[in-house]
C-alpha cells in the first residue's frame, strides 16, 4: 500500500497541473466562403503591387522619388535616402508576403480579420503620409501620375475592401463576438 501512494500522488499532482495550464481557447469560424473580388484582390492584385512598389522604391529610387515629388528629388541620391528607400522596399515586400503567405494558409476567420484589420491601420497611415502634396492630392484625379494612383485610389481601394472584409460583406457569416470555452 506504501507503493501506491506514491502513484497516487503523481497522479494527483499530474491532473491539477494540467488544470491549471489549461487555457480558455476562442470558438472559432473556419471554413468561410470567400468571395471571388476578395480572393482576386489579396491574393494576386494587391501582392503584385506591392513586388512592383519594392522593385521601384530599391531598384528605381531615382524614378520612384521623381513620380513621388519631382522637385525635391536630390541628385545624387543622399545615402540615408537611399537607405530609407531600400527600407521602404523591404516593407513593401513583407506586405506582399504576409498577404501572399499568412491569408492563402488559414481559413480561420479570427486570423483574417486581424491581418486585415493591421493592413487596414496601414492604409490610413499611407493616406495620411502624402498630406504634405496638399489636399488636392487626395481628388485631383487628372493630375495623378503612375504613384499617385498606388497612393491614393489604390490606397482606398485595399482599405474599402478590408472595410467589407471586417463587417462580413459577402461572408455569409453574422457579426458576434467569440465567446471563450470554460
Given at each position: 500500500m506504501a507503493s501506491q501512494q506514491p502513484s497516487m500522488a503523481s497522479e494527483a499532482a499530474a491532473s491539477s497541473a494540467s488544470k491549471a495550464l489549461t487555457i480558455p481557447t476562442a470558438t472559432v469560424t473556419?471554413?468561410?466562403?470567400?468571395?471571388?473580388?476578395?480572393?482576386?484582390?489579396?491574393?494576386?492584385?494587391?501582392?503584385?503591387?506591392?513586388?512592383?512598389?519594392?522593385?521601384?522604391?530599391?531598384?528605381?529610387?531615382?524614378?520612384?522619388?521623381?513620380?513621388?515629388?519631382?522637385?525635391?528629388?536630390?541628385?545624387?541620391?543622399?545615402?540615408?535616402?537611399?537607405?530609407?528607400m531600400s527600407q521602404l522596399a523591404n516593407m513593401y515586400l513583407l506586405f506582399a508576403i504576409n498577404e501572399w503567405l499568412v491569408l492563402r494558409s488559414t481559413n480561420d476567420l479570427r486570423v483574417w480579420k486581424r491581418v486585415l484589420f493591421c493592413l487596414l491601420i496601414g492604409d490610413i497611415g499611407h493616406l495620411y503620409t502624402v498630406r504634405e502634396l496638399g489636399p488636392q492630392i487626395y481628388w485631383s484625379v487628372t493630375k495623378w501620375n503612375a504613384i499617385d494612383w498606388g497612393n491614393i485610389p489604390f490606397v482606398y481601394l485595399g482599405a474599402s475592401l478590408r472595410m467589407a472584409f471586417l463587417a462580413n460583406v459577402g461572408l455569409g457569416v453574422k457579426s458576434r463576438k467569440l465567446k471563450r470555452n470554460e
Open positions: 473556419t471554413g468561410f466562403a470567400l468571395p471571388f473580388v476578395y480572393r482576386l484582390f489579396f491574393f494576386f492584385i494587391e501582392p503584385v503591387s506591392a513586388l512592383v512598389g519594392a522593385y521601384y522604391a530599391n531598384y528605381a529610387k531615382l524614378e520612384y522619388l521623381r513620380l513621388t515629388h519631382a522637385s525635391s528629388v536630390p541628385s545624387p541620391i543622399p545615402v540615408g535616402t537611399s537607405i530609407v
